[in-house]
């Protein structure tokens, strides 16, 4: 049998390990992207490495989340990263160019080349057949410093996509059936391939949803090949030269393979508050709407809002819905501009706003109460909308707009013919707000006082002592523990302040707790950490005295960025031991500093007075980041 794509380029970029699934591997990273909510603890870390310039061939930072100027933090952030950037040879992307993952498939993606981005929507850049990972700041900083990435070498799932989609499905229905099938956990530690005849009749923008979204089953990344229609899209983009083919063998390998024939689906809608609540749209049909948001990184390219405003155009949005559109990019935002695509938008009663991530992260459009809404993003995670009982449904771009005009949510495909839209000849390119860093790094770095120094962990103690701060269900997000939003998002540099608001919509009283305690755990169930890869998500509980996490399973890239952080990422043997462990309960893990090297350790429930093993399934290496402190301590001890 012949190689699959996946596997080609790891052994293009493999540093060291052996390709066995489930072991670890390093590779070389070519690119890397940061945004600005991740982006400034990242430069932190670099600067704190001591290298003079980045040894990537192109790492590129962008503005695009914290995009509201409430207050001077956010302002001062971006002269910080600019200034940075301009210090260490790295391209700036200014606020008003776009969300960086669609900017970056736009005017940087390379096919078989490998990005590690400090957001877990990295892969986006897959859907033109580039390697693409999403990761905690700290790992990016190092891949930045010429330092190669680690991760377990994953399985590499085959999805073979027969067919063609029906009139009115969109590519987002595709990654829909696969969340449906396999749910939010359904991607850990696993690669998804696409290949296959359905594959030639996608886009690479439509291909680009659903790389996006694989993030959504905590997959490390999903990937298309490089063919003819990724050459149109390059020579659209006036890139062309950038374009090489890429492909598995004939006949590929997979450790797994899902089929999915594109002309059996419909339109599905992902129902509150799980991108995996996957339902066919008449499952949810004529629910009462109050907004309609289209956007985001997932569906914002020039595609989905032509499609949107050939729906719109000539009719009204209904009066109950307040309808927001965002264009992912500067470029998407001209092209539309020029086609009259906007005006259409606009006379419709739609509200436009700037390119950039907006209400998919609460920075605005903060739902009404009580009500529904419906999202063209990627998650639905409780309270990520701004509105604590937010009832967020997801779904394409062309159930959106034609929901936006009913005021309910109602399958397209009763709305008659789809609108026949047209792919533009050629993008207008304009790169004037990227800005190319000067030759020398002669540059000051603007420091306003929401940038605070960056907290360090501490070696791991001979024996941990901890009091029991929160006992969590199944899948808790990054969200969960370190909620957006306008208010906190803004602290991203300020880890004493953003720490107040650790579970902050889960439990309010938690940092208070957790100080007091001195030391702490958190108790989580299984996918603990699923959704974004904010680093902060274990930085914050650092800083708070938590010592270590037991959960029944991980995401993948919140477990590193525990251990990246200092903190013990336990899991249960039995699921009894998850059942009988109580909040308050003071808990000893005896010589853990040796035990951990033996992958098992023995914990002491010291308030009920019995014992129980937990595990963990970390590398040797891992376990010596532990017990140095965190990574950058252990970067720091083994220098040169
Ligand atoms: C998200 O979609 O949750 C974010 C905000 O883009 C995050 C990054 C972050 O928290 O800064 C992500 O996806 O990793
Ligand atoms: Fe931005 Fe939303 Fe995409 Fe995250 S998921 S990068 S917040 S648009």
Redesign the pocket.
Known sequence: MGQNLTRKIIADHLVSGEMEPGSEIAVRVDQTLT?D??GTMAYLQFEAMGIPRVRTKLSVSYID?NMLQTGFENADDHRFLQTVAAKYGIYFSRPGNGICHQVHLERFSSPGDLLLGS???TPTSGGAGMLAI?AGGLDVAVAMGGGPYYLKMPQIVGVHLKGRLQPWVAAKDIIFELLRRLTVKGGVGKIFEYYGEGVASLSVPERSTITNMGAEMQATTSIFPSDESTREYFRTQKREEMWRPTSADPDPDYDEVVEIDLNKLGPMVARPQSPGNVVPIEEVEGTKLAQVCIGSCTNSSYHDLSVSAAVLKGRKVNPDISMTVTPGSRQVFTMIARTGALADLIESGARILESA?GP??GMGQVPPSDTASLRTFN?NFPGRSGTADDKVYLASPEVAAVSALTGEITDPRKFGEPPLTEAPGEFIIDDDLIIPPPKNGDVEVARGPNIKPLPLAKPLAQTIKATVLIKLEDNVS??HILP?GSKILPLRSNIPAISEYVFHYVDPEFPARAKAAGAGIIVGGSNYGQ????EHAALAPMYLGVKAVMAKTYALVHQTNLVNFGILPLVFVKDGDYDRINVDDVLEIPDVRDAVGSGEVIVRNTTQGYEFTARHNLSERQVEVLREGGLLNHIKAHAG
């Not at 959704?531 to 904010?534: A, E, F, Q």
């Open positions: 945004q909510a991740t989340h957001d877990s929507h999403g991530c998919c992260i998650r990054t969200d957006a959704g974004s890869s904010r």
